[in-house]
Protein backbone atom coordinates (compact mmCIF):
# COMPACT_ATOMS: atom_id res chain seq x y z
CA UNK A 1 0.00 0.00 0.00
CA UNK A 2 1.11 3.68 -0.40
CA UNK A 3 2.43 5.78 2.41
CA UNK A 4 0.25 8.36 0.58
CA UNK A 5 -2.84 7.50 -1.50
CA UNK A 6 -2.96 9.81 -4.46
CA UNK A 7 -6.75 9.67 -4.10
CA UNK A 8 -6.80 10.98 -1.44
CA UNK A 9 -5.55 14.60 -2.54
CA UNK A 10 -8.75 14.00 -5.60
CA UNK A 11 -11.24 12.78 -3.25
CA UNK A 12 -10.53 14.94 -0.19
CA UNK A 13 -9.12 18.33 -1.04
CA UNK A 14 -8.49 19.49 2.21
CA UNK A 15 -5.74 16.78 2.69
CA UNK A 16 -3.60 19.29 -0.24
CA UNK A 17 -3.83 22.13 2.56
CA UNK A 18 -3.04 19.51 5.19
CA UNK A 19 -0.01 18.29 3.65
CA UNK A 20 1.40 21.83 3.07
CA UNK A 21 0.83 22.61 6.97
CA UNK A 22 2.92 19.51 7.95
CA UNK A 23 5.72 20.75 5.93
CA UNK A 24 5.71 23.84 6.99
CA UNK A 25 5.20 22.35 10.87
CA UNK A 26 8.06 19.62 9.97
CA UNK A 27 10.60 21.90 8.54
CA UNK A 28 10.37 24.20 12.20
CA UNK A 29 9.97 20.84 13.80
CA UNK A 30 13.65 20.57 12.25
CA UNK A 31 15.29 23.82 12.58
CA UNK A 32 13.98 23.63 16.62
CA UNK A 33 15.32 20.29 16.71
CA UNK A 34 18.85 21.64 15.14
CA UNK A 35 18.99 24.78 17.65
CA UNK A 36 18.03 22.50 20.92
CA UNK A 37 21.16 20.13 20.25
CA UNK A 38 23.47 22.70 19.25
CA UNK A 39 22.64 25.22 22.85
CA UNK A 40 23.03 21.78 24.65
CA UNK A 41 26.36 20.81 23.16
CA UNK A 42 27.54 24.36 23.87
CA UNK A 43 25.94 25.06 26.71
CA UNK A 44 27.78 21.29 28.30
CA UNK A 45 31.32 22.40 26.30
CA UNK A 46 31.24 25.52 28.23
CA UNK A 47 30.27 23.79 31.44
CA UNK A 48 33.05 21.70 31.62
CA UNK A 49 35.79 22.90 29.73
CA UNK A 50 35.19 26.37 30.11
CA UNK A 51 34.11 26.47 33.56
CA UNK A 52 31.19 28.67 32.77
CA UNK A 53 28.91 29.33 35.65
CA UNK A 54 24.62 29.43 35.70
CA UNK A 55 25.09 33.04 35.85
CA UNK A 56 27.17 33.00 32.60
CA UNK A 57 24.74 30.53 30.86
CA UNK A 58 21.81 32.26 31.59
CA UNK A 59 21.23 33.61 28.10
CA UNK A 60 21.40 29.80 26.16
CA UNK A 61 19.34 28.29 28.92
CA UNK A 62 16.64 31.17 28.49
CA UNK A 63 17.41 30.32 24.84
CA UNK A 64 16.88 26.71 24.87
CA UNK A 65 13.93 26.99 27.15
CA UNK A 66 12.30 29.34 24.26
CA UNK A 67 12.94 26.07 21.98
CA UNK A 68 11.75 23.79 24.37
CA UNK A 69 8.91 25.49 24.31
CA UNK A 70 8.52 26.32 20.60
CA UNK A 71 8.84 22.88 20.10
CA UNK A 72 5.62 22.01 21.90
CA UNK A 73 4.07 24.92 20.32
CA UNK A 74 4.35 23.25 17.35
CA UNK A 75 3.82 20.27 17.96
CA UNK A 76 0.36 21.36 19.67
CA UNK A 77 -0.39 23.06 16.18
CA UNK A 78 0.24 19.68 14.24
CA UNK A 79 -2.45 17.97 16.47
CA UNK A 80 -4.82 20.70 16.05
CA UNK A 81 -4.46 20.55 12.06
CA UNK A 82 -3.94 16.98 12.09
CA UNK A 83 -7.63 16.47 13.91
CA UNK A 84 -9.38 19.49 12.14
CA UNK A 85 -8.24 18.05 8.47
CA UNK A 86 -8.98 14.67 10.12
CA UNK A 87 -12.10 15.76 10.77
CA UNK A 88 -13.28 17.61 7.42
CA UNK A 89 -11.47 15.13 5.17
CA UNK A 90 -13.75 12.46 6.71
CA UNK A 91 -17.02 14.53 6.29
CA UNK A 92 -15.85 15.02 2.46
CA UNK A 93 -15.38 11.33 1.97
CA UNK A 94 -18.61 10.45 3.38
CA UNK A 95 -20.51 12.88 1.93
CA UNK A 96 -18.75 11.54 -1.50
CA UNK A 97 -19.43 7.57 -0.52
CA UNK A 98 -23.17 8.51 -0.07
CA UNK A 99 -23.77 10.94 -3.06
CA UNK A 100 -22.11 8.46 -5.35
CA UNK A 101 -23.74 5.29 -4.08
CA UNK A 102 -26.86 7.23 -4.00
CA UNK A 103 -26.19 8.37 -7.98
CA UNK A 104 -25.58 4.60 -8.49
CA UNK A 105 -29.20 4.20 -8.27
CA UNK A 106 -30.99 0.58 -6.32
CA UNK A 107 -29.60 -1.46 -9.43
CA UNK A 108 -25.84 -1.14 -8.17
CA UNK A 109 -26.93 -1.24 -4.47
CA UNK A 110 -29.01 -4.25 -4.85
CA UNK A 111 -25.65 -5.86 -5.22
CA UNK A 112 -24.15 -4.63 -2.47
CA UNK A 113 -24.42 -5.70 1.24
CA UNK A 114 -26.01 -3.00 3.20
CA UNK A 115 -24.21 -4.20 6.15
CA UNK A 116 -20.65 -3.98 4.44
CA UNK A 117 -21.25 -0.46 3.10
CA UNK A 118 -22.82 0.96 6.64
CA UNK A 119 -19.70 -0.27 8.18
CA UNK A 120 -17.55 1.29 5.60
CA UNK A 121 -19.61 4.41 5.68
CA UNK A 122 -19.13 4.91 9.68
CA UNK A 123 -15.65 2.45 11.23
CA UNK A 124 -14.06 2.81 7.70
CA UNK A 125 -14.19 6.51 7.66
CA UNK A 126 -13.68 6.86 11.17
CA UNK A 127 -10.69 4.66 11.12
CA UNK A 128 -9.01 7.61 9.06
CA UNK A 129 -8.45 9.97 12.48
CA UNK A 130 -4.83 7.91 12.79
CA UNK A 131 -4.05 8.15 9.74
CA UNK A 132 -4.13 11.70 9.62
CA UNK A 133 -3.22 12.59 13.34
CA UNK A 134 -0.04 10.26 13.57
CA UNK A 135 1.40 8.57 10.31
CA UNK A 136 1.23 11.60 7.54
CA UNK A 137 2.38 13.73 10.03
CA UNK A 138 4.83 11.62 11.00
CA UNK A 139 5.95 10.82 7.60
CA UNK A 140 6.49 14.21 6.50
CA UNK A 141 8.81 14.68 9.43
CA UNK A 142 10.70 11.08 8.10
CA UNK A 143 11.50 13.17 4.90
CA UNK A 144 12.42 17.04 6.58
CA UNK A 145 14.23 16.03 9.81
CA UNK A 146 16.57 13.57 8.57
CA UNK A 147 17.68 15.27 6.26
CA UNK A 148 17.89 18.16 8.13
CA UNK A 149 19.81 16.49 10.96
CA UNK A 150 21.92 14.74 8.25
CA UNK A 151 23.22 18.04 6.69
CA UNK A 152 23.47 19.21 10.21
CA UNK A 153 26.16 16.30 11.06
CA UNK A 154 27.77 16.54 7.92
CA UNK A 155 28.71 19.92 8.17
CA UNK A 156 30.21 19.09 11.97
CA UNK A 157 31.70 15.40 11.26
CA UNK A 158 31.56 13.88 8.13
CA UNK A 159 32.64 10.05 9.24
CA UNK A 160 29.08 9.99 11.56
CA UNK A 161 27.31 11.52 8.72
CA UNK A 162 28.41 9.11 6.46
CA UNK A 163 27.66 6.09 9.39
CA UNK A 164 23.62 7.33 9.80
CA UNK A 165 23.61 7.38 5.73
CA UNK A 166 24.39 3.91 5.46
CA UNK A 167 22.47 2.41 8.33
CA UNK A 168 19.16 4.88 8.20
CA UNK A 169 17.29 3.03 4.82
CA UNK A 170 17.52 0.09 6.88
CA UNK A 171 15.05 0.92 8.84
CA UNK A 172 12.61 1.74 5.75
CA UNK A 173 13.48 -1.34 4.24
CA UNK A 174 12.66 -3.51 7.03
CA UNK A 175 9.44 -1.15 8.15
CA UNK A 176 8.59 -1.96 4.08
CA UNK A 177 8.72 -5.91 4.76
CA UNK A 178 6.92 -5.46 8.32
CA UNK A 179 4.36 -3.84 6.98
CA UNK A 180 3.29 -5.51 3.77
CA UNK A 181 3.00 -8.52 6.09
CA UNK A 182 0.88 -6.31 8.15
CA UNK A 183 -1.23 -5.47 5.34
CA UNK A 184 -1.96 -8.64 4.56
CA UNK A 185 -3.51 -9.25 7.88
CA UNK A 186 -5.24 -6.17 8.26
CA UNK A 187 -7.18 -7.05 4.62
CA UNK A 188 -8.23 -10.05 6.21
CA UNK A 189 -9.62 -8.57 9.39
CA UNK A 190 -11.46 -6.13 7.27
CA UNK A 191 -12.78 -8.55 5.25
CA UNK A 192 -13.82 -10.58 8.41
CA UNK A 193 -15.67 -7.60 10.21
CA UNK A 194 -17.17 -6.74 6.83
CA UNK A 195 -18.92 -9.77 6.75
CA UNK A 196 -19.97 -10.04 10.34
CA UNK A 197 -21.31 -6.42 10.22
CA UNK A 198 -23.35 -7.54 6.86
CA UNK A 199 -24.53 -10.68 8.66
CA UNK A 200 -25.39 -9.40 11.72
CA UNK A 201 -27.67 -6.99 10.10
CA UNK A 202 -29.75 -9.55 8.13
CA UNK A 203 -29.18 -11.42 11.04
CA UNK A 204 -31.47 -8.59 13.39
CA UNK A 205 -33.83 -7.80 10.46
CA UNK A 206 -34.56 -11.92 10.07
CA UNK A 207 -34.69 -12.57 13.68
CA UNK A 208 -38.31 -13.43 13.81
CA UNK A 209 -38.81 -15.82 10.80
CA UNK A 210 -35.40 -17.42 11.92
CA UNK A 211 -37.14 -17.75 15.63
CA UNK A 212 -40.08 -19.35 13.93
CA UNK A 213 -38.22 -21.75 12.17
CA UNK A 214 -36.02 -22.55 14.85
CA UNK A 215 -32.70 -21.49 13.24
CA UNK A 216 -32.21 -18.55 15.62
CA UNK A 217 -29.38 -20.56 17.97
CA UNK A 218 -27.33 -21.80 14.65
CA UNK A 219 -27.35 -18.17 13.43
CA UNK A 220 -26.02 -17.38 16.85
CA UNK A 221 -23.36 -19.85 16.51
CA UNK A 222 -22.09 -18.59 13.36
CA UNK A 223 -21.99 -14.75 14.87
CA UNK A 224 -20.05 -16.73 17.15
CA UNK A 225 -17.63 -18.13 14.52
CA UNK A 226 -17.54 -14.85 12.24
CA UNK A 227 -16.48 -13.07 16.04
CA UNK A 228 -13.91 -15.52 17.08
CA UNK A 229 -12.24 -15.36 13.38
CA UNK A 230 -12.34 -11.70 13.59
CA UNK A 231 -10.68 -11.61 17.38
CA UNK A 232 -7.96 -13.93 16.14
CA UNK A 233 -7.23 -11.67 12.78
CA UNK A 234 -7.03 -8.83 15.48
CA UNK A 235 -4.62 -10.24 17.26
CA UNK A 236 -2.43 -11.75 14.54
CA UNK A 237 -2.19 -7.99 13.59
CA UNK A 238 -1.11 -7.03 17.04
CA UNK A 239 1.45 -9.03 17.09
CA UNK A 240 2.99 -7.84 13.82
CA UNK A 241 2.68 -4.40 14.81
CA UNK A 242 4.75 -4.84 18.15
CA UNK A 243 7.42 -7.21 16.13
CA UNK A 244 7.49 -4.14 13.87
CA UNK A 245 8.21 -2.03 16.96
CA UNK A 246 11.05 -4.58 18.21
CA UNK A 247 12.86 -4.26 15.04
CA UNK A 248 13.24 -0.90 14.53
CA UNK A 249 13.67 -0.06 17.89
CA UNK A 250 17.01 -2.61 17.74
CA UNK A 251 17.97 -1.22 14.75
CA UNK A 252 18.20 2.10 15.53
CA UNK A 253 19.37 1.36 18.66
CA UNK A 254 22.46 -0.77 16.67
CA UNK A 255 23.19 2.08 14.44
CA UNK A 256 23.23 4.66 17.15
CA UNK A 257 25.58 2.69 18.85
CA UNK A 258 27.77 2.47 16.01
CA UNK A 259 27.85 6.33 15.85
CA UNK A 260 28.77 6.83 19.47
CA UNK A 261 31.56 4.70 19.61
CA UNK A 262 33.06 5.79 16.59
CA UNK A 263 32.91 9.66 18.07
CA UNK A 264 33.88 7.92 21.38
CA UNK A 265 37.57 6.83 19.68
CA UNK A 266 38.13 9.73 17.65
CA UNK A 267 37.61 12.05 21.05
CA UNK A 268 39.76 9.89 22.99
CA UNK A 269 42.70 10.45 20.13
CA UNK A 270 42.02 14.04 20.30
CA UNK A 271 40.91 13.39 17.00
CA UNK A 272 37.56 14.93 17.22
CA UNK A 273 36.42 18.38 19.61
CA UNK A 274 34.22 17.69 22.58
CA UNK A 275 31.43 20.21 21.34
CA UNK A 276 31.01 18.53 18.06
CA UNK A 277 30.78 14.97 19.66
CA UNK A 278 28.49 16.03 22.07
CA UNK A 279 26.46 18.27 19.14
CA UNK A 280 26.52 14.24 16.83
CA UNK A 281 25.59 12.23 19.68
CA UNK A 282 22.30 14.58 20.58
CA UNK A 283 21.39 14.69 16.94
CA UNK A 284 22.05 11.20 16.24
CA UNK A 285 19.04 9.27 17.13
CA UNK A 286 16.63 12.86 16.22
CA UNK A 287 17.73 11.53 12.90
CA UNK A 288 16.53 7.70 13.42
CA UNK A 289 13.45 8.63 15.30
CA UNK A 290 10.67 9.96 12.87
CA UNK A 291 11.59 7.05 10.65
CA UNK A 292 11.16 4.46 14.10
CA UNK A 293 7.65 6.28 14.31
CA UNK A 294 6.74 5.78 10.79
CA UNK A 295 7.00 2.25 10.98
CA UNK A 296 5.06 2.23 14.66
CA UNK A 297 2.20 4.45 13.22
CA UNK A 298 1.90 2.75 10.13
CA UNK A 299 0.09 0.08 11.95
CA UNK A 300 -2.57 2.21 13.39
CA UNK A 301 -3.69 3.66 10.26
CA UNK A 302 -3.12 0.69 8.14
CA UNK A 303 -6.95 -0.26 9.17
CA UNK A 304 -8.49 3.11 7.95
CA UNK A 305 -6.46 3.05 4.70
CA UNK A 306 -7.70 -0.46 3.81
CA UNK A 307 -11.24 0.65 4.37
CA UNK A 308 -10.23 3.71 2.43
CA UNK A 309 -9.03 2.09 -0.81
CA UNK A 310 -12.93 -0.24 -0.58
CA UNK A 311 -14.26 3.99 -0.68
CA UNK A 312 -12.33 4.67 -3.68
CA UNK A 313 -13.60 1.39 -5.35
CA UNK A 314 -16.58 2.62 -4.91
CA UNK A 315 -16.32 6.57 -5.81
CA UNK A 316 -14.33 5.04 -9.01
CA UNK A 317 -17.29 2.52 -9.77
CA UNK A 318 -18.78 4.74 -13.29
CA UNK A 319 -22.10 6.54 -12.96
CA UNK A 320 -24.66 5.49 -15.48
CA UNK A 321 -25.29 8.07 -18.02
CA UNK A 322 -28.24 10.72 -17.35
CA UNK A 323 -29.43 13.57 -19.05
CA UNK A 324 -29.30 16.96 -18.24
CA UNK A 325 -32.16 18.86 -19.73
CA UNK A 326 -34.62 20.34 -17.58
CA UNK A 327 -37.87 21.20 -19.84
CA UNK A 328 -39.55 18.03 -18.96
CA UNK A 329 -42.82 18.03 -20.31
CA UNK A 330 -46.20 18.53 -19.00
CA UNK A 331 -46.82 15.48 -17.91
CA UNK A 332 -50.41 15.83 -17.52
CA UNK A 333 -50.52 16.29 -21.57
CA UNK A 334 -47.94 14.08 -22.61
CA UNK A 335 -48.10 10.16 -23.75
CA UNK A 336 -45.59 8.16 -22.70
CA UNK A 337 -43.70 5.54 -25.40
CA UNK A 338 -41.88 2.44 -24.03
CA UNK A 339 -40.74 1.12 -27.67
CA UNK A 340 -38.20 -2.47 -27.82
CA UNK A 341 -37.57 -1.74 -24.04
CA UNK A 342 -34.96 -4.91 -22.84
CA UNK A 343 -33.43 -4.75 -18.98
CA UNK A 344 -31.32 -7.45 -18.54
CA UNK A 345 -29.64 -8.89 -14.83
CA UNK A 346 -26.98 -10.67 -14.01
CA UNK A 347 -29.54 -13.36 -13.62
CA UNK A 348 -30.86 -13.42 -16.51
CA UNK A 349 -33.59 -10.80 -19.01
CA UNK A 350 -36.09 -9.31 -16.88
CA UNK A 351 -38.02 -7.86 -20.33
CA UNK A 352 -37.27 -8.28 -23.51
CA UNK A 353 -38.48 -6.39 -26.49
CA UNK A 354 -41.26 -4.77 -24.21
CA UNK A 355 -43.48 -2.19 -25.94
CA UNK A 356 -46.36 -0.06 -24.11
CA UNK A 357 -48.06 3.39 -24.86
CA UNK A 358 -49.76 5.33 -21.79
CA UNK A 359 -51.50 8.26 -23.06
CA UNK A 360 -52.42 11.11 -20.97
CA UNK A 361 -54.84 11.17 -18.14
CA UNK A 362 -55.22 7.07 -18.91
CA UNK A 363 -55.14 4.15 -16.18
CA UNK A 364 -53.16 1.14 -16.88
CA UNK A 365 -52.73 -1.83 -15.02
CA UNK A 366 -49.86 -4.38 -15.86
CA UNK A 367 -50.54 -7.71 -14.92
CA UNK A 368 -48.64 -11.00 -14.91
CA UNK A 369 -46.80 -13.47 -13.09
CA UNK A 370 -44.24 -12.93 -10.70
CA UNK A 371 -40.93 -12.15 -11.66
CA UNK A 372 -42.52 -11.43 -15.26
CA UNK A 373 -40.72 -7.81 -14.80
CA UNK A 374 -43.77 -5.92 -13.96
CA UNK A 375 -41.75 -4.05 -11.40
CA UNK A 376 -38.85 -3.39 -13.81
CA UNK A 377 -40.89 -1.31 -16.17
CA UNK A 378 -41.64 1.25 -13.39
CA UNK A 379 -37.62 1.06 -12.65
CA UNK A 380 -36.96 1.99 -15.88
CA UNK A 381 -39.40 4.92 -15.74
CA UNK A 382 -38.17 6.03 -12.63
CA UNK A 383 -34.99 6.05 -13.90
CA UNK A 384 -33.32 3.63 -11.63
CA UNK A 385 -32.64 1.24 -14.54
CA UNK A 386 -31.46 2.20 -18.14
CA UNK A 387 -32.32 -0.16 -20.30
CA UNK A 388 -30.28 -2.66 -22.27
CA UNK A 389 -31.51 -1.67 -25.41
CA UNK A 390 -35.14 0.15 -26.68
CA UNK A 391 -36.01 3.38 -25.93
CA UNK A 392 -38.59 5.49 -23.41
CA UNK A 393 -40.01 8.38 -24.74
CA UNK A 394 -41.79 11.51 -23.55
CA UNK A 395 -43.56 13.28 -26.43
CA UNK A 396 -40.84 11.92 -28.76
CA UNK A 397 -38.58 13.21 -26.52
CA UNK A 398 -35.84 10.60 -24.79
CA UNK A 399 -36.38 10.12 -21.43
CA UNK A 400 -32.45 9.25 -20.91
CA UNK A 401 -32.15 12.95 -21.84
CA UNK A 402 -33.90 14.66 -18.97
CA UNK A 403 -32.05 15.37 -15.31
CA UNK A 404 -33.61 12.36 -13.06
CA UNK A 405 -34.15 15.05 -10.51
CA UNK A 406 -36.02 17.09 -12.80
CA UNK A 407 -38.13 13.89 -14.10
CA UNK A 408 -38.66 12.70 -10.59
CA UNK A 409 -40.28 15.96 -9.38
CA UNK A 410 -42.85 15.10 -11.96
CA UNK A 411 -43.70 11.50 -10.05
CA UNK A 412 -45.37 10.17 -7.55
CA UNK A 413 -44.01 6.47 -6.51
CA UNK A 414 -45.78 4.19 -3.87
CA UNK A 415 -43.93 0.80 -4.17
CA UNK A 416 -44.97 -2.68 -2.89
CA UNK A 417 -43.54 -2.36 0.25
CA UNK A 418 -43.28 1.47 1.21
CA UNK A 419 -39.89 2.34 3.76
CA UNK A 420 -41.01 4.24 6.47
CA UNK A 421 -38.47 6.00 8.36
CA UNK A 422 -37.83 6.35 12.11
CA UNK A 423 -39.64 9.98 13.03
CA UNK A 424 -43.13 11.38 13.31
CA UNK A 425 -45.94 10.10 11.26
CA UNK A 426 -46.40 13.50 9.38
CA UNK A 427 -42.30 14.02 8.70
CA UNK A 428 -43.11 10.53 6.75
CA UNK A 429 -46.28 11.75 5.25
CA UNK A 430 -44.04 15.34 4.09
CA UNK A 431 -41.11 13.23 2.11
CA UNK A 432 -43.44 13.98 -0.51
CA UNK A 433 -43.39 17.73 0.10
CA UNK A 434 -41.59 18.92 3.08
CA UNK A 435 -42.49 22.20 2.92
CA UNK A 436 -46.32 21.40 3.06
CA UNK A 437 -48.59 22.51 5.95
CA UNK A 438 -50.14 20.68 8.44
CA UNK A 439 -53.31 21.47 7.26
CA UNK A 440 -51.83 19.39 3.66
CA UNK A 441 -51.04 16.94 5.93
CA UNK A 442 -54.25 16.19 7.17
CA UNK A 443 -55.91 16.53 4.09
CA UNK A 444 -53.21 13.79 2.39
CA UNK A 445 -53.87 11.60 5.23
CA UNK A 446 -57.55 11.79 5.16
CA UNK A 447 -57.93 11.52 0.71
CA UNK A 448 -55.64 8.30 2.35
CA UNK A 449 -57.92 6.63 4.20
CA UNK A 450 -55.17 6.95 6.77
CA UNK A 451 -56.57 10.20 8.87
CA UNK A 452 -58.38 7.56 11.56
CA UNK A 453 -56.32 5.66 12.40
CA UNK A 454 -53.59 8.09 12.62
CA UNK A 455 -55.83 10.42 15.00
CA UNK A 456 -56.16 7.18 17.21
CA UNK A 457 -52.56 6.68 17.93
CA UNK A 458 -51.53 8.26 21.24
CA UNK A 459 -49.59 11.32 19.58
CA UNK A 460 -51.08 11.81 16.58
CA UNK A 461 -49.50 12.81 13.35
CA UNK A 462 -46.70 13.25 16.24
CA UNK A 463 -46.29 9.87 16.55
CA UNK A 464 -42.43 8.84 16.64
CA UNK A 465 -42.40 5.51 14.44
CA UNK A 466 -39.60 3.08 14.70
CA UNK A 467 -37.45 2.05 12.01
CA UNK A 468 -39.60 0.99 9.19
CA UNK A 469 -42.78 1.89 10.14
CA UNK A 470 -42.71 -0.83 12.98
CA UNK A 471 -46.04 -0.49 14.76
CA UNK A 472 -48.18 -0.21 11.61
CA UNK A 473 -49.50 -2.87 9.96
CA UNK A 474 -49.02 -3.63 6.35
CA UNK A 475 -52.32 -1.68 4.99
CA UNK A 476 -51.55 1.33 7.40
CA UNK A 477 -47.73 1.56 6.33
CA UNK A 478 -49.26 1.64 2.60
CA UNK A 479 -51.95 4.58 3.35
CA UNK A 480 -49.29 6.53 4.66
CA UNK A 481 -47.03 5.74 1.46
CA UNK A 482 -50.83 7.08 -0.46
CA UNK A 483 -50.70 10.07 1.35
CA UNK A 484 -47.22 10.97 0.18
CA UNK A 485 -48.56 10.28 -3.14
CA UNK A 486 -51.62 13.09 -2.01
CA UNK A 487 -49.11 15.32 -1.00
CA UNK A 488 -46.76 15.23 -3.80
CA UNK A 489 -49.95 15.94 -6.34
CA UNK A 490 -47.86 14.71 -8.88
CA UNK A 491 -49.21 14.30 -12.81
CA UNK A 492 -47.57 11.00 -13.26
CA UNK A 493 -48.34 8.33 -10.66
CA UNK A 494 -46.74 5.03 -9.95
CA UNK A 495 -48.04 2.32 -8.24
CA UNK A 496 -46.61 -1.32 -7.62
CA UNK A 497 -49.15 -3.61 -6.16
CA UNK A 498 -50.22 -1.44 -3.17
CA UNK A 499 -52.92 -3.98 -1.88
CA UNK A 500 -50.08 -6.46 -1.91
CA UNK A 501 -50.19 -8.97 1.57
CA UNK A 502 -53.52 -6.53 2.58
CA UNK A 503 -56.34 -8.30 4.27
CA UNK A 504 -60.01 -8.09 2.79
CA UNK A 505 -61.11 -4.45 5.01
CA UNK A 506 -56.96 -2.94 4.33
CA UNK A 507 -57.25 -3.72 0.43
CA UNK A 508 -60.98 -2.47 0.50
CA UNK A 509 -59.44 1.25 2.01
CA UNK A 510 -56.90 1.39 -0.39
CA UNK A 511 -58.85 1.08 -3.18
CA UNK A 512 -60.88 3.47 -2.53
CA UNK A 513 -57.73 5.55 -1.96
CA UNK A 514 -56.28 5.17 -5.39
CA UNK A 515 -59.24 5.43 -6.81
CA UNK A 516 -59.51 8.96 -5.62
CA UNK A 517 -55.87 9.44 -6.32
CA UNK A 518 -55.35 8.38 -9.80
CA UNK A 519 -58.58 11.37 -10.70
CA UNK A 520 -57.00 13.85 -13.24
CA UNK A 521 -53.66 11.70 -13.41
CA UNK A 522 -51.38 9.54 -15.39
CA UNK A 523 -51.79 6.38 -13.78
CA UNK A 524 -49.43 3.33 -14.57
CA UNK A 525 -50.34 0.31 -11.77
CA UNK A 526 -49.22 -3.21 -10.86
CA UNK A 527 -51.47 -5.47 -10.34
CA UNK A 528 -52.50 -8.96 -9.14
CA UNK A 529 -55.94 -8.13 -7.42
CA UNK A 530 -58.50 -8.40 -9.99
CA UNK A 531 -60.73 -5.78 -7.94
CA UNK A 532 -57.07 -3.33 -8.26
CA UNK A 533 -56.87 -4.40 -11.90
CA UNK A 534 -60.99 -3.01 -12.08
CA UNK A 535 -59.72 0.35 -11.84
CA UNK A 536 -57.19 0.65 -14.94
CA UNK A 537 -58.86 2.24 -18.37
CA UNK A 538 -57.04 -0.33 -19.88
CA UNK A 539 -54.88 -3.90 -18.63
CA UNK A 540 -51.65 -5.11 -20.23
CA UNK A 541 -50.57 -8.75 -19.82
CA UNK A 542 -46.68 -8.74 -19.38
CA UNK A 543 -44.80 -12.13 -20.09
CA UNK A 544 -41.86 -13.55 -18.85
CA UNK A 545 -38.85 -12.72 -20.55
CA UNK A 546 -38.00 -16.13 -21.54
CA UNK A 547 -42.06 -16.51 -22.99
CA UNK A 548 -42.19 -13.34 -25.10
CA UNK A 549 -38.63 -14.70 -26.88
Known sequence: MKPLD?????????????????????????????AQ?????????????????????RTPMLLLLGVVLGRAFVAWLQEVAAHRSSAAVKSQLRGRLLAHAMALGPRWLSGERSGELATLATRGIDALDDYFSRYLPQLVLAVIVPAAVGLRILLGDWPSAVTIAATLPLIPVFAILVGLTAQRKMDRQWRTLSVLAAHFLDVVAGLPTLKVFGRAR????????????????TMATLRIAFLSALVLELLSTL??????????????????????????????????????????????SVEGLTAASRIFEV????????????????????TLRLEGVTVTYPRGPAIEDFS?????????????????????????????????????????????????????????????????????VAENIRLGRPDASDASVRAAAEAANALEFV?????????????????????????????????????????????????GESEAAVIDAVERLKTGRTVLLVAHRPALAALADRVVAVEPAAVAA
Do not use: C
Not at 322 to 331: E, H, Q
Not at 399 to 420: C, H, K, M, N, T
Open 6 to 34: PRLLRYARTTRIFLLSSVALGTATAALII
Open 37 to 57: ATLLADMLTRAFLGGATLTGL
Open 218 to 233: AQADRIREVTDRHRRA
Open 255 to 300: SVALVAVSIGLRLVDGGLGLETALLVLVLAPEAYLPLRQVGAQYHA
Open 315 to 334: LETPLPATGSRSDVPDLSRA
Open 356 to 424: LTVHPGETVALVGPSGAGKSTVLSVLLGFVRPDSGRVLVDWDDLGSFSPDAWRERIAWVPQRPYLFAGT
Open 455 to 503: SALPGGFETVLGDRGSGLSAGQRQRIALARAFLRDAPLLLLDEPTSNLD
